[in-house]
């Protein structure tokens, strides 16, 4: 069974803050992904990575930077934190054409 | 415009109803996802299914890609099948997958 896992599962910042979401998979999957989930929009991709080094703008790349220091690790950043990124955000990892699996989810406040 | 649509939005059964959702794609197509998320919880595969028919227990994947859709048929449904069900598809190598808004199923006693 295929291991992601998110850390904090919970946050609060403060707006102009820093944020740094953190995912680790142990699958050895080769593509991990972040996206955010807000009712009335569903699951959208934020940033996403093919593999060590590699970072890839999504759908709604505005205000996020991703780094992906090695196989099992992608995180998501937020520079300048603003209350409009108060969400859930969830990490998934795949192997090229296959099932993506999910985190368990990082709930983001923003005061 | 959106290119994954699910439908119906939500739906309300009685247990032991059957239910079909569906998902149609306006664009080609080189996977499918289904998941099943509950409130507040994360998003569980359900099946992946670029083509043709799966089954699982009292479920059923079936993807048709000529006419661009997936359908996910729950029999006798339960209660503990409530939650939310996406659908997500991929639209070509090397592209990424894109999601539905999902269908926010409640089974009642």
């Known amino acids: 069974e295929a291991a992601v896992t998110q850390s904090p599962r919970n946050k609060v910042a403060v707006t102009g803050g820093k944020v740094t979401l953190s995912c680790n998979q142990t699958?050895?999957?080769?593509?991990m992904y972040w996206y955010r989930q807000d009712t009335g929009h569903g699951l959208r991709l934020i940033h996403y990575?093919?593999?060590?080094?590699?970072?890839e703008k999504g759908d709604i790349p505005d205000g996020y930077k991703a780094s992906r220091p090695s196989q099992e690790n992608f995180s998501l950043i937020l520079e300048l934190a603003t209350p409009s990124q108060t969400s859930v955000y969830f990490c998934?990892?795949?192997?090229?054409?296959?099932?993506?699996?999910f985190g368990p989810g990082t709930r983001l406040t923003v005061l | 415009g959106q290119q994954v649509q699910q439908s119906p939005t939500s739906l309300v059964l009685q247990e032991g109803e059957n239910a079909e959702l569906q998902c149609n794609f306006s664009?080609?197509?080189?996977?499918m996802q289904w998941f099943y998320q509950r409130p507040g919880g994360s998003l569980i595969s359900v099946f992946y299914?670029?083509?043709g028919t799966k089954q699982s227990g009292r479920l059923t994947s079936t993807t048709v890609i000529k006419e661009r859709r997936s359908s996910l048929h729950i029999s006798s449904s339960q209660i503990t099948d409530s939650g939310t069900y996406l659908c997500a598809m991929e639209q070509g190598s090397g592209t990424y997958q894109r999601f539905g808004t999902g269908t926010k199923l409640q089974v009642v006693p």
């Open positions: 998934a990892s795949e192997d090229w054409g296959a099932e993506q699996y």
């Open positions: 299914n670029p083509s």
């Open positions: 664009t080609s197509l080189n996977s």
């Open positions: 699958n050895n999957h080769n593509n």
């Open positions: 990575s093919y593999g060590a080094g590699s970072t």
